[in-house]
C-alpha cells in the first residue's frame, strides 16, 4: 500500500508538470504533438510501475533456499541465519540423556534444522575445541605455504598440555601446522599459528573475537588461540556449530579433519631435520568408538580439561550423504562423552 501510494504521488507530480509545460507551449502556438506522446508515455509507465509494485524483490549478500511451493518466495528478505539452523531454547528427546551440566546440539545442514538442543546457549570453556577457530582464521589469514618461525612465545609450560616440544627458532609450513594442530591438539603449534598468521598472538586472538562476530558467534570470547583454561575464555555450544560449519567452507580444513594420522618433518633452529608423527585424538577416526548404524563420522575436533570437561564436535553423514554437525561439551568423562555422542548421532536415523 505504501509503495503504491509513493508511485502515484510520483506520477500526479510527473504528469503535473508536463501538462503545465504543454499549456503554456500550447499557449505560445508551440506545435505539442511530441509532448502529448510524452504524457501518454509517462502513464504508462505509471501504471506498469503501481501493477508491477506488489512482485518487488530485495537483495542480500545472504541467500535463501526457496520452496517449490512458495510462490511469494520473491517477498522475503533474506536474513543472516537464512543459511542457518537456528535454536532458542531446548529441543529434547527422551532416547538422549545427556548429564546435567552439559550442553550439546545435532544440527541438519541441509534442512537447516535443529535437531536436538541442551544448553545450547550456556558459556562454557571450549578447551580445544578453540583451535576449530584458530584454523579458521588462519585459512582466512594466513596460505599454506607460508614459513612459520617458531619465536619465544611459542613454549606451553601448563602441565599436562598436548604439544610436539617446539623450541624457539623451528620452522614449518602453515599447513603443516594446521594438520599438527586439528590431528593432535598440539598447543604449541597454535601459538606458532597465531604469532605468525598475525603481528603477535594478541593480535591473533582479536581476530578470532572479531571473526566470531562475523559469523554470528556472538556468545563466545577467546583470550588464547589453544583453548587452555583462561578466565573469560567462552563458547556456547551454538556457536561452537556456527565455527565448525565456517571453517568447513575451506577444503583443507574438511580434509584434515578426516585424516587419522600424520607423519611431517620440520627444520629446528640449526637446519636439523625434526621429524614427527601424530595420530587423531578422535575415537571414532582411531577405531576406538564404533559408530551408529547409518551414520559415517567425517571428523571433528575433540577438547578436555579439567575446566571444560570432555567436549567433541563431529561432521556426520546419513547413508544418503546428507552432513550433519553434532557437538557435546562439558560431558563428564571420556566414556560417557562417546556413549552420549553415539546417542546422539542416532536421532539422525531414528
Known amino acids: ?45 505509471g501504471t506498469i510501475s503501481i501493477t508491477g509494485c506488489s512482485g518487488i524483490s530485495y537483495s542480500s549478500k545472504y541467500s535463501v533456499s526457496s520452496s517449490p511451493a512458495d510462490n511469494r518466495n520473491d517477498q522475503i528478505y533474506p536474513t543472516f541465519a537464512s543459511d542457518l539452523c537456528v535454536v532458542d531454547s531446548d529441543i529434547a528427546d527422551s532416547d538422549v540423556s545427556l548429564s546435567e551440566q552439559a550442553s550439546a546440539g545435532l544440527f541438519d545442514l541441509n534442512k537447516k534444522e535443529t535437531l536436538y538442543a541442551k544448553n545450547v546457549n550456556m558459556q562454557v570453556q571450549p578447551a580445544s575445541l578453540t583451535k576449530v577457530m584458530t584454523a579458521y582464521v588462519a585459512l582466512k589469514y594466513g596460505t599454506l605455504d607460508q614459513v612459520l618461525v617458531a619465536g619465544s612465545d611459542v613454549y606451553v609450560t601448563e602441565s599436562g598440555a598436548q604439544k610436539i616440544n617446539l623450541k624457539e627458532g623451528d620452522r614449518m ?24 598468521v598475525s603481528d603477535s598472538i594478541e593480535g591473533f586472538v582479536t581476530l578470532m573475537n572479531m571473526e566470531a562476530k562475523q559469523i554470528g558467534a556472538t556468545n563466545s570470547h577467546f583470550v588464547n588461540p589453544h583453548g587452555l583454561t583462561a578466565e573469560e575464555h567462552y563458547v556456547t555450544a551454538y556457536d561452537m556449530y556456527l565455527i565448525f560449519n565456517a571453517a568447513m567452507q575451506y577444503d583443507t580444513f574438511s580434509e584434515i579433519i578426516n585424516m ?3 607423519s611431517t618433518s620440520y627444520l629446528d633452529s640449526k637446519g636439523n631435520t625434526q621429524e614427527v608423527t601424530v595420530a587423531n585424538t578422535n575415537a571414532y577416526l582411531r577405531g576406538e568408538q564404533s559408530m551408529p548404524s547409518g551414520v559415517t563420522v567425517i571428523g571433528g575436533k575433540t577438547g578436555t580439561t579439567s575446566a571444560a570437561g570432555h567436549c567433541l564436535i563431529l561432521l556426520a553423514r546419513d547413508v544418503s550423504g546428507n552432513p550433519y554437525i553434532s557437538v557435546i561439551m562439558r560431558d563428564t568423562d571420556s566414556g560417557a562423552l562417546y556413549n552420549d555422542m553415539s546417542s546422539l548421532l542416532n536421532e539422525i536415523v531414528g
Open 1 to 45: 500500500m505504501i509503495c503504491t501510494t509513493f508511485l502515484l504521488l510520483l506520477i500526479w507530480l510527473q504528469l503535473s508538470f508536463l501538462l503545465n509545460h504543454l499549456i503554456g507551449e500550447i499557449l505560445s502556438g508551440v506545435k505539442c504533438t511530441s509532448k502529448l506522446l510524452s504524457v501518454l508515455l509517462a502513464v504508462s509507465l
Open 260 to 262: 587419522t594420522e600424520y
Open 173 to 196: 609450513t602453515l599447513d603443516q601446522a594446521l594438520r599438527l594442530l586439528l590431528i593432535y591438539s598440539a598447543n604449541d603449534v597454535a601459538n606458532l599459528i597465531a604469532s605468525n
